[in-house]
């Protein structure tokens, strides 16, 4: 028995194929972002951990860079964003801090007892591992006075 076409039973043939390696590529594919994904419970809480320990050192550095701000004398504000530009290493983890500084989104304002508020609001950081991530955002608010300065309201929101 002679076959009329034979160029369809090639073309079939390569698009069974070429289903068959699409097919092995995708579950291939599957199976790498799913790994990916899995994260332990003791990955999770590093991530955790690492979050707060940037949230901290945020809320630390801006009360000591408006310290120094204010000891320079001078311009207070403009001393504010010299200092924390040399302060910047560019760590992922301490997110926009550093970035809302450096584009003047503060209030640094001053107060008849002679003390200043600074404020910084929309305040992120954040932590990375593989595919997963955790985002902490706040609002930073502390009262600068030279020999005598405190902590205020530092709000949360997530």
């Known amino acids: 028995m002679h076959k009329m076409n034979q160029r369809g039973d090639v073309a079939m043939t390569l698009l069974v194929l070429i289903a068959l390696v699409s ?22 809480s590093e991530m955790m951990v690492e979050v707060e320990n940037a949230q901290q050192y945020v809320i630390s550095e801006s009360h000591a860079i408006g310290m120094q701000a204010i000891e320079q004398g001078g311009e207070i504000r403009e001393n504010f964003i010299k200092i924390a530009f040399e302060r910047d290493y560019s ?26 508020l600074l404020q910084i609001n ?11 991530s955790v985002k902490r955002e706040f609002n930073i608010s502390v009262v600068l006075k030279l020999h005598d300065s405190e902590w205020k309201d530092i709000s949360l929101f997530e």
């Open 23 to 44: 097919a092995i590529a995708l579950l291939g594919t599957f199976v790498y972002y799913n790994q990916k994904k899995v994260n332990t419970p003791l990955e999770i």
């Open 91 to 116: 760590v992922k983890s301490f997110g926009n801090f550093f970035y809302k500084i450096r584009n003047n989104e503060f209030n640094l304002e001053y107060k008849e007892d002679g003390s200043y």
């Open 122 to 132: 929309d305040v992120f950081v954040q932590s990375t591992k593989g595919m997963n």
